[in-house]
C-alpha cells in the first residue's frame, strides 16, 4: 500500500472520529456529561421549537430631541463658564433650540463657543434690541440623519446585549430597512417578560426631591418652574392594588446611566428583600460624590424611564462610587432591572409592529415531516444507486452517510442554527453528493467499454470528472454564499446547511470514495469493477 493511500485513509480516520464526535449529541442523548459539557446538539430555530417573532420600529426622531436637551444643558454651562448671561435656553423639538441672551458681547461668545462645541447649528435671529438678542438655533440636516441612524446602531446592540444576558440560545437580531429591527427568539417561554426587557427604555436619572412643597399642593395650586411631578408605582402586599405616590422633583438631572458600569442583584440581609447595586465609573464616581456632598440631609430620586424607584436621604456624602436601587421587587424584577442597566439605555424609544408567537406544537410537526421527506428521499436516492450501480452503489452510499454525519458535526461544532429550510438544505444536498457520483461513474464506465483496467478506468473517470463536478459545486456554493450575505433568517439557514453540504460531498465524493476504489485495487487486489 502507497504512502499516499496511508495518508488518506489516516485523514478519513481522523476527519470521521471528530465528525462524530461533535455530531452523536444530537442524535442520542445517553453519553457521558463530560461529552456534553464539551459539544453541543444542533440548535433548532425558531420555525422548528417555537418562540417569539417580533418587528420593532426605533423612533429615532426621539432620539434627536433627546440630545436637543442634553445640548441645551451643555449650552447653558458653556455660557456660565464664560460669563454669558442669558434669560434662557430651551429645547423647542423640531431639531431647534431657543437661546435669549443679554449683554453687547454676548452674540460674539456665543458664536465662538458653536463653533468649537456645536459647529452643526444654523443660527437665525428672532429679534433684537438694546442690550438683548433671541435666537433660533437649528441643527442640519446631516448632523440630525446621523443621530437617527446611531440611535437605530445603538438599540440594536443595546437589544442584543439585553437578550444576550437574559439567556436566549442563538437569537436573530438584523436591521431592517432604515429604522426597524427584526427579531427572533426561539425557545422562548415568558413572552411578556422577554418584550418588557426589551422595549424597555432603561433611561436612568437621579433627580433631587423637591421639598418646598408636598406634591399635593403643587398639583392644586401648580407645579412650580422648573419641578415635574412624578410617581412612584408599587403593589400593596394585602390588598393586591397598584398604588402610585407622587413625588415633586426638580427638573434638571443631576446624573444619568451613563456614567454606570455594573448592576447586581443583592439581597438585603435585614429585610431579606432583592435590591440593585450600582457601580459607576471614575467620573460618575466623582459625579455622585459631588451631588451627595452638595445635598446632605436631602432626597435624591432614582428614575428609570420617568419611574420613581425610590427617593432616599441622603445621609452624608458618598464617596465610593456605589449606589443602590431598592423597592419591592421579586427576584426576577430585580435580575431584569440589572440586566437592562448593564446593557445601557435605548437611545430612543422602541415601538412593536409585529409580535407573533410560533407554537412548539408547529414545530414538532416541522421536525416531523422534514424527518420524514428526509428518510424518504434517503432510502429511494440509496436504493436507486444500488440499483443501477451495484458495488459502486454501495461505496456512494457510504460516502453519503458520511457527508449526513458531517454536515451534523460542523453544523453542531458552529453552533449554527437548523431551520426548517435547512432541512430542505439538507435534503438537496443528498441529491446533490450521489449527483458527483453519477459523474464520476459514467465516466468510469466509458473507460471500461474501451477496454482499460480497473486501476486505468478508475484514474481516467475520477480525472475527467473533475471539473465537471468543481463547476457545478463552486457556482452553487457561490449562490449559497449569497443568500447567506444578503438573506435572512430561514433563507440564512438554507443556505448555511446548503454551503455545509457542498463542501462535504466533495470531500466524500472525490475523497472517500475514490481511496475505498484505491485500497480495494491495491490491497484487496479487485480484478473487475462491479459499477
Do not use: C
Not at 456624602?317 to 435605548?346: K, N, P, Y
Not at 452517510?401 to 460542523?410: E, F, H, S
Amino acid at each position: 500500500m502507497s504512502d499516499n493511500l496511508k495518508l488518506k485513509i489516516l485523514l478519513i480516520l481522523i476527519v470521521m472520529v471528530m465528525a462524530l464526535f461533535y455530531a452523536l449529541p444530537t442524535f442520542t442523548d445517553s453519553l457521558p456529561n463530560i461529552w456534553k459539557n464539551h459539544v453541543d446538539k444542533i440548535r433548532m430555530g425558531l420555525d422548528l421549537q417555537g418562540g417569539m417573532h417580533l418587528i420593532l420600529e426605533v423612533e429615532a426622531e426621539e432620539a434627536v430631541n433627546s440630545s436637543l436637551e442634553r445640548i441645551s444643558q451643555e449650552l447653558k454651562e458653556a455660557l456660565r463658564d464664560r460669563k454669558v448671561r442669558y434669560r434662557r435656553v430651551e429645547s423647542q423639538g423640531n431639531r431647534q433650540i431657543l437661546v435669549e441672551l443679554t449683554g453687547d458681547d454676548a452674540k460674539e461668545k456665543l458664536d465662538s463657543i458653536l463653533d468649537r462645541r456645536f459647529p452643526y447649528f444654523r443660527e437665525n435671529v428672532m429679534s433684537r434690541s438694546d442690550g438683548s438678542i433671541s435666537l433660533m438655533l437649528t441643527m442640519a440636516d446631516k448632523e440630525a440623519e446621523r443621530r437617527r441612524r446611531l440611535a437605530v446602531d445603538q438599540g440594536l446592540e443595546t437589544i442584543r446585549n439585553r437578550i444576550d444576558q437574559f439567556g436566549v440560545s442563538e437569537p436573530e437580531i438584523v436591521p431592517q430597512g432604515e429604522n426597524r429591527i427584526l427579531i427572533q427568539l426561539p425557545g422562548i417561554k415568558d413572552a411578556s417578560r422577554a418584550i418588557n426587557l426589551i422595549g424597555r427604555t432603561a433611561l436612568l436619572e437621579f433627580k433631587l426631591v423637591d421639598e418646598e412643597m408636598t406634591p399635593e399642593q403643587a398639583m392644586k395650586s401648580g407645579i412650580p418652574p422648573g419641578d415635574e411631578i412624578l410617581y412612584q408605582k408599587y403593589t400593596d402586599p394585602n390588598t393586591g392594588r397598584t398604588i402610585r405616590r407622587p413625588y415633586l422633583l426638580k427638573k434638571r438631572t443631576q446624573m444619568t446611566g451613563e456614567v454606570l458600569v455594573d448592576a447586581k442583584v443583592r439581597i438585603d440581609s435585614q429585610f431579606n428583600q432583592p435590591y440593585v447595586a450600582l457601580k459607576f465609573d471614575s467620573r460618575g464616581a466623582r459625579m455622585f460624590d459631588r451631588i451627595t456632598a452638595a445635598n446632605v440631609k436631602k432626597r435624591l430620586a432614582i428614575v428609570l424611564d420617568g419611574n420613581v424607584y425610590s427617593a432616599p436621604v441622603i445621609q452624608e456624602r458618598i464617596s465610593g462610587g456605589e449606589a443602590q436601587i431598592t423597592g419591592q421587587f421579586t427576584m426576577e424584577e430585580a435580575r431584569d432591572l440589572a440586566i437592562v442597566l448593564r446593557a445601557g439605555s435605548l437611545p430612543a424609544p422602541v415601538k412593536i409592529l409585529e409580535n407573533r408567537t410560533v407554537g412548539p406544537s408547529l414545530g414538532h410537526d416541522s421536525i416531523r415531516q422534514g424527518i420524514i421527506s428526509m428518510i424518504v428521499g434517503s432510502i429511494v436516492v440509496v436504493s436507486f444507486m444500488i440499483f443501477y450501480y451495484r458495488l459502486g452503489g454501495v461505496v456512494a452510499n457510504i460516502a453519503l452517510i458520511m457527508n449526513v454525519i458531517l454536515i451534523v458535526a460542523v453544523m453542531a461544532g458552529f453552533k449554527a442554527v437548523l431551520t426548517l429550510p435547512g432541512i430542505a438544505g439538507i435534503i438537496l444536498t443528498i441529491g446533490m453528493a450521489v449527483d458527483a457520483n453519477v459523474l464520476i461513474y459514467e465516466r468510469v464506465r466509458e473507460e471500461i467499454r474501451v477496454g482499460k483496467t480497473p486501476r486505468a478506468a478508475i484514474e481516467g473517470g475520477y480525472s475527467k470528472a473533475l471539473s465537471t463536478i468543481l463547476d457545478a459545486n463552486i457556482t452553487t456554493l457561490i449562490a449559497a454564499v449569497v443568500l447567506f450575505q444578503f438573506g435572512t433568517g430561514p433563507i440564512k439557514g438554507f443556505a448555511v446547511t446548503l454551503s455545509v453540504g457542498i463542501l462535504s460531498s466533495l470531500f466524500t465524493a472525490l475523497v472517500v470514495t475514490r481511496t475505498i476504489f484505491d485500497y480495494s485495487l491495491l490491497r484487496v487486489r479487485v480484478r473487475r469493477l462491479n459499477i
